[in-house]
């Protein structure tokens, strides 16, 4: 007879990785909550060239400090991702605003296999005041825009409280540079097929003395023009089968004109609205080659991808 002890599933390993800058005020704190709740996960604070006593009050608190030299958080993200070895990665802000008791529901559902990104969606459960009116209209917007390209339900792309598996912190790739770095793990997750699912968590106010580095404007442009790279990168079919779709139906319109009067008279007497009709023909024609191009080139290099995958996993199985 087996013992069922000795089948059991172990535990997975889990990282708590926090990102900082400037965070001496609230460390401390979000590193003693997510030890008290993960006793046995290791915590690990980067420090992104603070200037005050970030790092200080993180290890002192237990954490294991390491500094990313490179300023921006999607160079903190990048790096923590490369270096840190474990089954699941918790990735949480360090300002104090983010409720660790929920990072067991995160884990769960990994644990369970029923999703491959768990992320905490602030919106439905954040206080009044937590939110900029504008920073939630532009989470909004951009969630609606990729929800209607991937077919997706995205409702916090913002969120900085997320946990993922190591297959997929170890496929996806990370180049955003600041804080649009939320928006690139979602979609290279999304684009690679992974299942995004969510939970509702409390988001409260800064601590008093804590400040905020966002700048909202800025970001969200920031945000939308990466967006539309990673979109020109991974959906273009999607984005140049409407831009051809919107010339071939201006064409329509501005040649109807022209058609009419060479039917009706034998001539063309608005020769500029034919030339914009042919133009615009000429461009829908043209965006549609695009769009089928890159989107066939992507296809086969998800393919190679897959393969590279597969070789390498296969690769360490036999060396186990």
Known sequence: ????????????????????????????KVVIDFRREL????????????????????????????????????????SMLEQVDADIYVLVDGDDTYHAPSVKRLIAALVAEEADMMVASRLSASDDKSFRRFHQFGNQLVCRAINLI?????????????????????????????????????????????????????????????????????????????????????????????????AFLCALVSGYTPVREYIDFRYVYSVPRAILAAALMTVSALSAAVGIILHSVNFRLLEVEKIVAKQASTQVHSDT
């Open 39 to 78: 006793p046995d996960a290791e915590i690990y604070v980067y420090d992104n060239n603070s200037t005050d006593r970030t790092a200080e009050e993180a290890r002192n608190a237990g954490a294991i400090v390491r500094k990313e030299k490179r300023q921006g958080k999607g160079y903190v993200v990048a």
């Open 150 to 246: 991937f077919r997706s339900n995205i409702r916090d792309i913002f969120s900085g409280y997320r946990a993922m598996t190591k297959e997929l912190a170890k496929s996806v790739p990370v180049v955003a540079r600041g804080y649009d770095v939320e928006t690139e793990l979602t979609l290279q997750t999304l684009y690679r097929r992974h299942v995004i699912k969510e939970i509702t968590a409390p988001y409260g106010l800064r601590p008093e003395g804590s400040t905020s580095k966002l700048r909202t404007v800025p970001d969200v442009l920031k945000v939308l023009l990466r967006m539309f790279l990673l979109f020109i990168s991974y959906k273009p079919l999607t984005l140049f089968g409407v831009a051809a779709i919107v």
């Open 1 to 28: 007879m087996v013992n069922a002890s000795n089948t059991a599933k172990p535990s997975p390993r889990v990282a708590v990785l926090i990102p900082c800058y400037q965070e001496e005020r609230t460390v401390r």
